[in-house]
Every structure is written in C-alpha cells, then in structure tokens.
C-alpha cells in the first residue's frame, strides 16, 4: 500500500514538472491537458485521476506560495496593530502572488462557475476572511461583506491587468488607491 502511495506521489509530481515546463514554453491558456499527459508519457485517463482540469493542476502549482501568503499574513498582524496597514499588506502580497503566478491564477479564474472573477481561486474564501475581519474591526461600514468581496474583486485578472498593463499604475499605487476608495475615503 506504501509504495502505490509513494508511487502515486511520485506521478502527482512528475506531472506537475511537466506541466510546469510546458507552460514556461508556452501560455497556460494553450496547454491542454492532453498536451501535459503526452509529455508526462502518461495515459490521459492518468493525469484526470490526479487531476480533475487545468484550474486543479494550476492551483496545485502554486499551493506553496499561497501557504507562504499566510503565513506572511499571520506573522505581519502579529507585529503590527495598525488595521490600514495590515490591510495594505495582505493586499500588496496578494498582488506579489498574483503578479508571480498570472497565467496560472488566470486559469483558475477562467475555470470557475462564475466566469473571470476572483471568487474562483480556492483560496478566495481564507484571502476574504483575513480581510473580512479588518474591514469588521475597523467599524467603518455597515456590511462588511459586501464591501469585502466589492473590494478583493477589484484585483480580479481583468481589472488588475487593465490598471496595471495598459494605463500603467505600479502594484503599490494600485493597491493605495483600492484603500483610498474603500477604507479611507469611507472615513
């Protein structure tokens, strides 16, 4: 049983250097799957067993770094009492992660039920609650929740991109005006 489990490991893994190799070559977006299997010298069936679509194989690539966001996260509010400032980190280290895995968290996007919005990385709902509860704490508004999902999604791909591509704003001047519209210019 140890070593179908090892071995399955073994797989998981190989399929995910593989995968990580194709799209350093190529987009995401132009990869499929059979693409992946193919290279990975396995049988599609294979790759579907570790893997339901892309989306899944593109969050397992980036499980590390999003476990690092919290932990980032968890020790910066440990140091700092400040709510705005502890906002503005989660959101600028948020971009950081996004900024590092774009096409990745593209696809993620792109895979969800609810078309290209951020509410599809499941890791949407634990990035909320983090800045669910500083929104909550600073007792600026009435519903927290709306103004939470109202202001993450504001980072989806297609807004962040625009912003950040076309009309040139830097990550951190992006992140500084978010705050001015949804926490200080609130107060």
């Known amino acids: 049983m140890a070593a179908t489990r090892s071995d399955a490991l073994k797989n998981r893994n190989f399929i995910l250097e593989t995968a990580q190799t194709l799209f350093r070559h190529q987009s995401v977006e132009s990869v499929s799957m059979k693409m992946i299997a193919t290279n990975a010298n396995i049988g599609t069936g294979t790759l579907y ?19 690092t966001l919290f932990e980032s996260i968890d020790k910066y509010k440990a140091s700092e009492d400040d709510l705005q400032e502890q906002l503005r980190f989660i959101l600028l280290n ?15 996007e792109r895979a969800g039920k609810r078309g290209r919005v951020l509410m599809n990385i499941p890791f949407y709902e634990r990035l909320k609650n983090e800045v669910f509860h500083i929104i909550t704490e600073m007792n600026i508004i009435n519903d927290p929740d709306f103004h939470t999902d109202i202001l993450l999604n504001s980072f989806s791909a297609d807004v962040f ?14 992140v500084d005006r978010i705050l001015k519209i949804f926490i200080r210019g609130i107060k």
């Open 49 to 67: 067993r570790h893997f339901s679509n892309k989306a899944e194989l593109c969050m397992a690539l980036i499980d590390k770094d999003v476990a």
């Open 94 to 108: 948020f971009i950081e992660l996004k900024e590092r895995n774009i096409e990745l968290l593209e696809e993620i």
């Open 161 to 174: 991109d625009y912003q950040n591509k076309v009309k040139g704003i830097a990550s951190t001047q992006f």
